[in-house]
């Protein structure tokens, strides 16, 4: 879990997405913990992430963090899009070059155990699985 001890330490946070996957038993599970989103930038940096949305079984995204504020993201269905992701106001938000709109912004957190971006618009979870610096391209996505 993120402490003191991992605020502003990219390697330590990079391990704490890495253990976050573990479960813990019943009893230890709580609410959301917060995560700064800066830490998370910073951790994830030149990654691969998997989200799984545990409203949909198997729908899975990617997103790779290029570096610079960069990101390339392939949706469950294949679409992908290029654009890129800042903090604003305590939240990781994303604008996407092919997405019309306002940025779409999330809460990071560990919701049960698990590193989470929760959708600051509508609640929406996606549970973040570090995949280390696999490359991504648009014309192919990692197997799940």
Not at 69 to 76: L, Q
Not at 99 to 126: F, K
Request: charged residues 20%.
């Amino acid at each position: 879990m993120p402490t003191a001890a991992t605020h502003g330490d990219p390697d330590m946070l990079r391990t704490t997405i890495l253990l976050a996957g573990l479960a813990l038993p019943a009893a230890a599970q709580q609410a959301d913990e917060p995560v700064d989103p800066a830490d998370f930038l910073a951790a994830v940096e030149g990654q691969t992430v998997r989200y799984d949305d545990p409203e949909n079984p198997g729908r899975v995204d990617f997103e790779r963090f290029l570096g610079q504020g960069r990101v390339r993201y392939i949706w469950y269905d294949g679409t992908c899009h290029e654009g890129e992701v800042f903090v604003k106001e305590g939240q990781l938000c994303f604008a996407y070059e092919t997405i019309e709109g306002a940025p779409s912004c999330w809460r990071t957190v560990i919701r049960d155990g698990d590193l989470a971006l929760v959708g600051a618009a509508d609640g929406t979870v996606g549970i973040v699985a570090l995949l280390g610096d696999q490359p991504l391209q648009c014309s192919t996505a990692p197997s799940v």
